[in-house]
């Protein structure tokens, strides 16, 4: 199997590239924004941390009546964690997701008088919350500029040659470096939508792509 080429990020071009294409990306997805159906800061921090190797259609179902019988951080520390997990276990990896929701809704409770935190510091202490579900939150919540990295903002970034990084996390740093602060949040949808529908892992639709002129890789397979 041959070996992958690297794609070559440089700022200076990156950033141009960016002027491109957000306008047309904005243009092809007006409604680009979170999937997860919520009502509440705090239900979007629970269908969050579901969302982690699922899907989001997956996760609306589950938390259709999952938010009826729970609806506060109090619910979820009152029940008995065998019953969350039955209750979520639909969306795979329940028992992890089960801790971490119970033990976030105590330190919600004990640590900010039962309200989600708006803040980057504040989120990622409460447990089973890492920069990408904050950053879900701050962005959709909280309105506040938020970079979230899953997979398919790794995956498009790198083709682009916005950033080299698969880190998730090292990668939001670098494309808050060259997305205007403006468009952070959005610009993740803009992306995830793009990788959903057009650019997808395997085989992107290059053909059809509507930023294919400005993307490095555009029709070069080994570049994938």
């Not at 243009?27 to 989001?56: E, G, H, M, R, W």
């Not at 008088?113 to 990622?124: E, F, T």
Request: hydrophobic share 40%; proline share 4%; glycine share 2%.
């Amino acid at each position: 199997m041959a070996k992958r080429k690297k794609i070559k990020v440089d700022k200076i071009e990156a950033e141009k590239r960016l002027k491109k294409i957000i306008p047309l990306l904005k243009k092809a997805y007006p409604n680009a924004k979170t999937a997860l159906n919520y009502k509440t800061p705090f239900q979007l921090l629970v269908a969050t941390i579901l969302s982690a190797q699922c899907t989001d259609v997956r996760v609306n179902i589950v938390t259709k009546d999952l938010f009826k019988k729970y609806k506060s951080p109090a619910d979820w520390v009152k029940a008995d964690l065998k019953q969350i997990e039955q209750d979520i276990k639909s969306t795979g990896f329940y028992r992890n997701k089960a801790v971490s929701i119970k033990n976030s809704s105590k330190d919600i409770i004990e640590q900010f008088n039962s309200k989600v935190p708006d803040k980057m510091a504040q989120l990622i202490t409460l447990h089973g919350v890492g920069r990408k579900t904050a950053n879900v939150v701050l962005g959709n919540a909280f309105g506040k500029p938020a970079i979230a990295c899953d997979t398919h903002v790794i995956r498009l970034s790198r083709r682009l040659a916005l950033s080299k990084n698969a880190d998730a996390v090292k990668l939001e740093f670098d494309l808050a470096e060259i997305v205007p602060k403006n468009n952070w949040t959005v610009f993740s949808h803009l992306l995830i939508f793009h990788g959903r529908n057009i650019c997808k892992a395997r085989k992107p639709d290059c053909e059809n792509c509507q930023i294919a002129q400005y993307c490095p890789a555009a029709n070069k397979p080994d570049l994938w």
